[in-house]
C-alpha cells in the first residue's frame, strides 16, 4: 500500500510564491518517478512537472519557468515551488507517483490533493 500526503496549499495574492510538500509511505519501491497535476475548476487533471528520480524533470505545457519540482530523497518527500503566482493557477493540485520508462505512467495512488486559490 502507498500513501501520498500533500501540504502547502492555501489562499495567496497574485505575485506571490508558495511551496507544495508530496510524502510518499508505504511501498514506493516500485515507483522511480513522481510527479503533481493540477485540476482546475470545471476542467480536467493537468499534468504540473514529473521528477524521474534520477534527476530527469518534465514541466507540463506553459509550467515551466514559474514551476520547480525537487525531490528530497531521505524524506521521500517532492516538492513544487511555484512563484509569480496567477489567478488561473487557481486549482486543486494532486501528487502521483508512478514508472516512467519512455513516458510517465502514474499508478493508482493519488494524494488527497492541496487547493491552491490564488486572489487576483
Known amino acids: 500500500q502507498v500513501r501520498l500526503v500533500e501540504s502547502g496549499g492555501g489562499l495567496v495574492q497574485a505575485g506571490g510564491s508558495l511551496r507544495l510538500s508530496c510524502t510518499a509511505s508505504?511501498?514506493?519501491?516500485?515507483?522511480?518517478?513522481m510527479g503533481w497535476y493540477r485540476q482546475p475548476p470545471g476542467e480536467e487533471r493537468q499534468m504540473v512537472a514529473l521528477l524521474k528520480f534520477d534527476g530527469l524533470a518534465n514541466y507540463g505545457g506553459l509550467m515551466e519557468g514559474r514551476f520547480t519540482i525537487s525531490r528530497d530523497n531521505a524524506k521521500n518527500t517532492i516538492y513544487l515551488q511555484i512563484n509569480n503566482l496567477k489567478p488561473e493557477d487557481t486549482a486543486v493540485y494532486y501528487c502521483?507517483?508512478?514508472?516512467?520508462?519512455?513516458?510517465?505512467?502514474?499508478?493508482?495512488?493519488w494524494g488527497q490533493g492541496t487547493q491552491v486559490t490564488v486572489a487576483s
Open positions: 502521483s507517483a508512478g514508472y516512467w520508462d519512455t513516458k510517465y505512467n502514474p499508478s493508482s495512488h
Open positions: 508505504g511501498s514506493t519501491s516500485a515507483f522511480n518517478a
